[in-house]
C-alpha cells in the first residue's frame, strides 16, 4: 500500500479507538445516570429491592464500559502500537479489567462466573457457609 494510504488507514484506526473509548465512558455514565434515576424511582414507590436494582444496572454498565476499553485497548496494541512494550501493558490491563469482570458478575449474581446459574451450590452464600 501507499505510504499515504497507511497513514489515512493509522488516523482511521486512531480515531476508531478514541470512538470505542469514549462509548465506554458514556456506556459507564448513562448506565449510572439511568441506574440512579431508576433507583429514585423505585426507592420512593417503597421497592425493597431498590438498592439491589441499582447495583446491578451500574455493574452491568461498568461491565460493557470496560469491554468497550479492552476492545480498544486491543484494536491500539496490535495495530497501531507494535511494541512488546505495548502488549505487556495490554497484557496488564486485561488482567486488571478481566479481575473487575469477575469481581463484578459476582457482585451482581452472586456466584462465580463459570457455575451456571441453575446451581444452587454456586451462590457466594451457600459456598461462604
Known amino acids: 500500500m501507499p505510504e499515504s494510504t497507511l497513514t489515512l488507514l493509522h488516523y482511521a484506526l486512531q480515531y476508531a479507538v478514541d470512538a470505542l473509548e ?10 449510572a445516570a439511568l441506574g440512579t434515576i431508576s433507583f429514585a424511582v423505585q426507592f420512593t414507590r417503597g421497592n425493597a ?4 436494582i441499582y447495583r446491578n444496572r451500574v455493574g452491568r454498565a461498568l461491565l460493557m464500559g470496560l469491554q468497550l ?11 497501531l502500537d507494535e511494541s512488546l512494550e505495548s502488549v505487556v501493558v495490554l497484557a496488564i490491563l486485561v488482567l486488571v479489567r ?16 463459570w457455575i451456571s446459574r441453575q446451581d444452587p451450590r454456586g ?3 451457600t459456598r461462604a457457609n
Do not use: M, Y
Open 49 to 52: 429491592r431498590a438498592f439491589e
Open 69 to 79: 476499553l479492552v476492545a480498544g485497548d486491543v484494536v491500539k496494541t496490535v495495530v
Open 123 to 125: 451462590s457466594i452464600e
Open 22 to 31: 469514549a462509548l465506554a465512558v458514556i456506556a459507564i455514565l448513562v448506565g
Open 98 to 113: 478481566t479481575f473487575l469482570s469477575w469481581s463484578t458478575i459476582i457482585e451482581i449474581e452472586g456466584r462465580w462466573p
